[in-house]
């Protein structure tokens, strides 16, 4: 953990694992940009790719503040984001039971709130606890918030789920009407196989805006906030808590502030999964999409946001993956399939590289601190540049 | 009465928590980490005895309307619950090194390496173990207890399996070898406990009373690739009530925990009896405390139990 004990942490260079991770990432876009050129990947489906990679590491950067900055085990990832889903969902959505048909601005304001009072009503009691005890409560709760999901059919319109959320551009100025107004385009880059951008794509386009958004404020704020003063006691509070206390920080309070840092983060998640999905239901609230969050923060690195943004991807690449590869090869069910791989992944990084692939070295120093340039940022230009790649096109 | 027959339900439910919790107590206290594979372990059990099941069959004789070859395939059950056990102790938590919390997200992972190998292997759909289903017995309706002989196997096999318990921790050489590693395990080390032999057998123990929870489980309901996972936080709820590491407060915690479960309805009649004041707070209550809720409930109990008493109603109490 300690930002200075790798000798190959010079500012000058890269680390062997992130010239790694900065391959895998630049063979993944180059295949991916192939699999499009040659339309065996609609332009489409990979920007609801992307999007979907921009939660995932939206979802991780969320519970890198609480598990990577403060070492709080929270596994109640899943009801953070489904309340953030549901609270912008019931506001706007057209099939809502209570209120519905509000501009999607009003239900980010509401989802970040009841995100809030969620992390105040979880956090309150659980964060006292010790480490292993916080991981079964809040588990146990956010089971509690998954029940209510399902039975409160006053509220939530129960199993049905809440249908017909509009896109989260409705009713803005410009945006709204930017799908629609675009000329459909065909490229035809190899013969007889055209590529062709329609209303669809341009919808999807705004999406993985929005969501780059969301994940950009997020990674400036975490960034900040991990470096800054506020940051450090987090990270003593994670190394022993019972010194941040010798030294005099009210460790209860930090850890509630990160926590609820995270909490609306993950919130963030939810509302952009909500507009990209279009429907939310209380299937969205199984526990696997916190495992997935753990899985992406534990394999990028604990405490290293650029590892979360990594391990967003690997998640999408696991997921649309095994789908892939069932229609593909394997005529294996996909479900069970990416249990077997995410818990295999679990178990191969705990094994063999605790740390995670990006863990966080020089992510913690300033960089003027040390006398070097800006070098230390190429990695997140990486994963930039992939996700940029797309919305060019 | 309908009190009786909830209660009854509670007894053959309990008595299936009670199996998991032992095991997960044990692990916690010997192991030191809360094993989040131990719902999936039971799921391993259920899905070893049903394989086992259909190959052996019913093998003539019946004992309390289960033939005799659900008896090979309850043992089959707990032999591969606990070779499951041990194997992933061997090849994966004994090498690493880490430290508690290390362990438990890694156990995280396992659980998904068993639930994904069994849902690869028999599909995510509800399956029955090939038993004829019983009609309650008779002589006990006038009561309003609806329980089978099958229920009535579960809850003695249950009894059988936490007294050999019992006798195991309190009069056997192991047992009081686990008693001191749970108390303090590197006091236990230099007095020359083999620890690691010990901490093979907790597996060994823990993982085959789940096993057998499993294969109950599967019995009283169904079975699923999910049924383990889906008990895990009640059997968490029900080893923490009973105080981490306490064998017998988990045999205590599991009762209870299992009780309120199969309870709840009556429960919900008893708020929608009571005049509440006000209004808004009897509709809330009505609407929280019932069936669809049972789970939450207890959950909600265990953060109480957390909070309050952490050291659960057994107290500090030795295992």
């Known amino acids: ?393 | 009465m309908a009190v009786l027959g909830y209660l009854a339900n509670g007894l053959v439910f309990s008595s299936i928590i009670v199996l998991g919790s032992i095991g997960l107590s044990l692990v916690y206290s010997i192991a030191d980490f809360a094993n989040f594979a131990h719902g999936d372990t039971m799921t391993v059990g259920a899905y070893a005895a049903l394989v086992t099941f259909g190959a052996v069959g019913g093998l003539g004789g019946a004992v309390l309307g289960l033939p005799y070859g659900f008896f090979v395939a309850l043992a089959a059950g707990i032999a591969v619950a606990a070779v499951a056990a041990v194997a992933t102790e061997k090849l994966v938590y004994e090498p690493l090194d880490t430290d508690s919390i290390g362990l438990l997200i890694t156990s995280i992972g396992i659980a998904f390496v068993y639930r994904g190998v069994l849902q690869i292997g028999f599909g995510a759909d509800f399956t029955r173990f090939d038993v004829q289903a019983l009609r309650p017995i008779a002589s006990l309706l006038p009561y309003g207890v609806r329980v089978t002989l099958h229920d009535v196997a579960i809850v003695a096999s249950a009894v059988v399996l936490v007294v050999g318990l019992h006798l195991l921790l309190q009069y056997t050489d192991l047992g009081r070898k686990m008693r001191a590693m749970a108390d303090n395990p590197e006091l236990a080390r230099v007095s020359g406990i083999r620890t690691k032999r010990v901490k093979l057998w907790t597996w060994v123990i823990g993982a085959g009373l789940a096993g057998a929870g499993g294969v109950f489980l599967g019995l009283f309901n169904q079975l699923a690739p999910r049924m383990g996972f889906n008990l895990l936080l009640v059997i968490f709820a029900a080893v923490i009530l009973g105080g981490i590491g306490s064998v017998y407060g988990a045999m205590a915690g599991g009762f209870l925990i299992g009780m309120i479960n199969q309870l709840t309805p009556l429960f919900s009649d008893v708020v929608e009896a009571l005049p509440i004041w006000p209004g808004w707070l009897e509709a809330a209550l009505e609407s929280l405390v019932s069936i669809e809720y049972a789970n939450a409930i207890a959950f909600v109990i265990m953060v109480v139990v957390l909070l309050v008493r952490p050291n659960g109603i057994a107290g500090e109490a030795a295992t």
């Open chain 1, 1 to 393: 953990m300690s930002p200075l004990g790798d000798p190959r942490g010079a500012p000058s260079g890269l680390t062997r694992s992130e010239e790694l991770v900065l391959g895998v990432s630049a063979a993944f876009l180059l295949f991916l940009l192939v699999a499009m050129l040659t339309g065996a990947l609609g332009p489409t489906y990979f920007l609801f790719l992307v999007g979907l990679a921009g939660m995932y590491a939206l979802l991780s950067l969320g519970l890198n503040a609480q598990w990577g900055f403060t070492g709080l085990i929270n596994f109640s990832v899943a009801a953070f984001f489904g309340i953030g889903a549901y609270g912008t969902a019931l506001m706007t959505a057209s099939g809502s039971p209570i209120a519905g048909g509000l501009s999607p601005l009003a239900g980010l304001a509401v989802a970040l709130v009841a995100a809030f009072a969620l992390a105040l009503l979880i956090g309150i009691p659980t964060l006292r606890l010790r480490a292993d005890y916080l991981a079964i409560a809040s588990l146990g709760l956010a089971e509690v918030v998954r029940l209510i999901a399902l039975n409160e059919r006053w509220l939530t319109n129960g199993s049905a789920g809440v249908r017909g959320i509009p896109g989260f551009f409705r009713g803005w100025p410009v945006l709204s009407t930017f799908p629609d107004a675009m000329p459909g385009l065909r490229i035809e880059v190899i013969p007889g196989s055209p590529v062709i951008l329609e209303t669809a794509f341009w919808q999807a386009s705004l999406n993985v805006l929005l969501v780059l958004a969301f994940a950009g404020v997020a990674y400036a704020v975490l960034r900040r906030a991990h470096r800054s003063p506020w940051g450090r006691v987090l990270r003593t509070i994670r190394s022993d808590e019972d010194l941040a206390r010798a030294l005099g920080k009210h460790t209860y309070s930090f850890k509630m502030q990160s926590f609820v840092l995270g909490s609306l983060i993950m919130a963030l998640a939810g509302v952009f999964y909500a507009h990209l999905n279009l429907y939310v239901g209380p299937g969205d609230l199984d526990p696997i999409t916190t495992f997935y969050a753990w899985v992406a923060v534990i394999l990028g690195g604990s405490g290293s946001n650029r590892g979360a943004l990594f391990g967003g991807v690997v998640i999408v690449a696991i997921r649309e993956g095994t789908r892939f590869l069932n229609d593909v090869a394997l005529p294996i069910d996909p479900a069970p399939l990416r249990l077997l791989l995410i818990g295999v992944v679990i178990v191969a990084v705990m094994r063999y590289r605790p740390q995670g692939v990006l863990p966080p070295q020089r992510e913690l120093i300033w960089p003027r601190a040390v006398g070097g340039s800006g070098t230390p940022e190429t990695p997140d230009s990486g994963v930039r540049e992939r996700k940029g790649g797309g919305g060019d096109e």
